[in-house]
C-alpha cells in the first residue's frame, strides 16, 4: 500500500508539470496523461482547463472567448465545439 501512495504522489507531480508545459504537447500525449491521472485518482483541477475538452487539443490562445452571464466559452480553433465554464 505504502507504494501505491508513492507513485499518485510521483504521478501528480507528472501531471502538474505536463499540463504547465501543455501548448508543446499533442492532443494523444494529452490523452495518454489524462488516462494515467484518472488511473490513479488525481484530480486535475483548473489544469483541465488548458486543453479541449472533446478532441484534446492544448489551447493556443487563438481561440475565441465570450463571456456572457458568469459563464466563461471558449470556442476551440481545431474541432469548433465550444466549452463552457462558470465564473465564481
Not at 501531471?15 to 488516462?35: A, C, E, G, P, R
Request: aromatic share 6%; hydrophobic share 30%; proline share 1%.
Amino acid at each position: 500500500m505504502l507504494t501505491k501512495k508513492t507513485n499518485k504522489t510521483h504521478l501528480k507531480l507528472q501531471v502538474v508539470d505536463f499540463f504547465t508545459k501543455i501548448i508543446n504537447q499533442d492532443s494523444k500525449q494529452v490523452k495518454k496523461m489524462k488516462k494515467q491521472a484518472m488511473s490513479q485518482n488525481v484530480h486535475l483541477k483548473k489544469l483541465r482547463k488548458g486543453f479541449c475538452k472533446y478532441c484534446l487539443t492544448p489551447y493556443t490562445g487563438k481561440e475565441t472567448i465570450r463571456i456572457n452571464n458568469k459563464v466563461k466559452n471558449i470556442k476551440c480553433c481545431s474541432c469548433g465545439k465550444i466549452n463552457r465554464w462558470k465564473i465564481k
